[in-house]
């Protein structure tokens, strides 16, 4: 099993930056594929990044070159440097855990509770 808990969340203006990360615990916890999804309001949840074991990422169309997956497997933890954010990237962000490289959220076996982004006009 393992348990996955975000923080860094918060209120940004649009074209500031946040940092969201992700503490990863318990069993085999840096061989996981990890990745970061969103939902906003009245949407379903969309993917956004991913990275593999070995560091490899890909992201969506819609924050690719503003936003950056990155993991440090010593301190269990997943990041999401978020930058030039838009409202639109208003979302609670949730951190998820596979053993596949996939983007389809149905295939993540473990999700977090979630964190709040709003990105103020």
């Known amino acids: 099993q393992v348990q996955l808990v975000e923080s860094g969340g918060g209120l940004v203006q649009a074209g500031g930056s946040l940092r969201v990360s992700c503490a990863v615990s318990?069993?085999?916890?840096?061989?996981?594929?990890m990745a970061w999804f969103r939902q906003a309001p009245g949407k379903e949840r969309e993917f956004v990044a991913v990275?593999?074991?070995?560091?490899?990422?890909s992201y969506s169309d819609s924050v690719k070159g503003r936003f950056t997956i990155s993991r440090d497997n010593a301190k269990n933890t997943v990041y999401l440097q978020m930058n030039s954010l838009k409202p639109e990237d208003t979302a609670i962000y949730y951190c998820?855990?596979?053993?596949?490289?996939?983007?389809?959220?149905?295939?993540?076996?473990?999700w977090g509770q979630g964190t709040q982004v709003t990105v103020s006009s």
């Open positions: 990275i593999s074991r070995g560091g490899s990422t």
């Open positions: 318990g069993r085999s916890r840096s061989s996981y594929v």
């Open positions: 998820a855990a596979n053993d596949r490289y996939v983007t389809a959220t149905t295939l993540y076996d473990y």
